[in-house]
């Protein structure tokens, strides 16, 4: 792929008077990721629905945004898409050409503002910029009017960042100390729809990478979709997007209690030797020189007690948020701060 070489070092934001703001986004095709710096990143379910003019939105939060354009056209994101009919699921679409509708999902207006005005920097990352950053850039750099949950906003972003996902994991990686100071690290980032590796060598460069389209955890939640155990307890076909909710919930179909934990394991052991089959057959020319494995992305909890007490492995903690937080901007005083062991 193009672009190997490029070093994963920190980013430097300056220190003094702020007069942007600034926010990471990680667009997953499960939820999407963003964080403003402080306190804990925030998720949105990756899902929406188009209301029609003439329908009212169900109830809206910061948790599931209502996004109105200019020309009227209102899209409800988040968990409250349930609710309607129908919805737009972005696993199964170009979530590219959704960043900008996506960036308008994840920007938060401050405590009692009636209107949002400010300039924008933005972090982003996306499985092959090489392919994507352009457009991704063309579609979030300039002046944006909307309205989030009833309130105008008014921005301009005025600074795009677009860097390889699972890099800002890395990164974040490295802040906690789960980097060795030597050898090879692969990042394997495994999400909803799509799961990828980067192997980075001890100066941060990446020196091979591959990312696959399909493979994520929506794929083995299609598989589970299609199993007559639970379509005939259910009594009608089975929607993936709601068995990748019940992976994050005792794997059972939304609010039917019905579960297919007992009989995961059939289609988890395929899953789990495929995804790390193909890491085995890329990288074996650099095995001896591996020191370590770290495996991050919001669907890294399926496999986890699999590769407990590895010695070469370290999952990410909390890796639903490791590459968003690892994209926001480190300050100069906690770069100096950061070691590896």
Known sequence: MNGLGTRSRPRKETTGTVSHRTIALDAGNYDLKFWN????????????????????????????????????????????????????????????????????????????????????HVYASTPDPSRNADTIKSQLLGMHEFKRNGIPFRITVEHVEVEREGIGAYRYAQQLGLIPDSGYTIVVDIGGGTWLTRLIDAEGDVIDENVMDRGGSYELATAISFDRRLIDALGTTVDPAIVM?????????????????????????????????????????????????????????????????????????????????????????????????
């Open 245 to 341: 909710d019940g992976f994050k919930s005792g794997h059972t179909y939304a609010d039917t209690g019905l579960s297919w934990s007992l009989w995961l394991e059939e289609y988890l052991d395929p899953w789990f030797k495929g995804i790390f089959q193909t890491i085995k057959a890329q990288y074996t020319p650099y095995m001896p020189r591996v020191t370590r494995f770290l495996v991050t992305g919001g669907s890294s909890h399926l496999i986890a007690e699999r590769l407990a007490g590895r010695k070469l492995f370290a999952v990410m903690p909390d890796p639903q948020f490791a590459n968003v937080r690892g994209l926001y901007p480190v300050a100069e005083g906690w770069q100096l701060c950061m070691t590896t062991k």
């Open 37 to 120: 710096g402080a306190g804990h990143p925030r998720a949105i379910r990756s899902m929406r629905f188009q209301l029609p003019q003439g329908r009212d939105p169900v109830r809206y939060s910061d948790q599931s945004p209502l996004i109105e354009l200019p020309d009227g056209t209102r899209y409800h994101f988040g968990t409250q898409a349930y609710k309607y009919r129908r919805q737009q699921q972005t696993v199964v679409e170009n979530k590219v050409d959704l960043a900008r509708l996506h960036l308008y999902a994840c920007l938060e207006s401050e405590r009692d503002e009636e209107m949002s005005q400010f300039p924008l």
